[in-house]
């Protein structure tokens, strides 16, 4: 089994502890998962990943992360094609938009995407958004 990345920005901390549970899920299940930023590897290291997680909480208008993130994810789109991923992340109002759009790109720019159209959590993760990621880890370990 390959280690897992599951890369992450967080602002609040609430897309930080969902990076922490698909982590645990991770292991659960036999994996071994690398929880790091966005800032911490590039788009082309991300891109070598067969498999691998990001998650990014809602901002603004229902838009990824606009300093860090966004531009991450416009080069790792250019790279993407063949990868599973798995997205997650938090928000505070809307109803998911910036989930479904992150999703729309990844698979227009050919990535698959494990456990459908991603995991999110309002605010703070309760203990279904928990176990949610939890599930998405173990997806994750058998990719």
């Known amino acids: 089994m390959s280690k897992v990345k599951v890369v992450f920005w967080s602002g609040s901390g609430n897309t930080q502890a ?20 966005f800032d911490s590897l590039s788009p082309s290291d991300a891109a070598n990943e067969s498999v691998i997680a990001f998650g990014c909480p809602a901002m603004g208008a229902e838009v990824l992360e606009e300093g860090t993130v966004e531009p991450f994810m416009a080069d ?19 109803d998911g938009q910036w989930m479904r759009d992150w999703q729309d ?19 703070a993760p309760d203990d279904d958004a928990v176990s949610q990621c939890e599930d998405l880890g173990r997806q994750l370990a058998q990719a």
Request: include cysteine.
């Open 18 to 37: 969902m990076a922490d549970a698909v982590a645990s899920g991770i292991t659960s299940a036999g994996g071994e998962a690398e929880v790091v930023t």
């Open 76 to 94: 790792y789109e250019t790279k993407c094609s063949g990868r599973k991923v798995a997205l997650f992340g938090s928000y505070g109002w809307g």
């Open 105 to 123: 790109r990844l698979v227009a720019a050919g990535a698959s995407i494990i456990g459908g159209e991603g995991v999110i959590a309002n605010n």
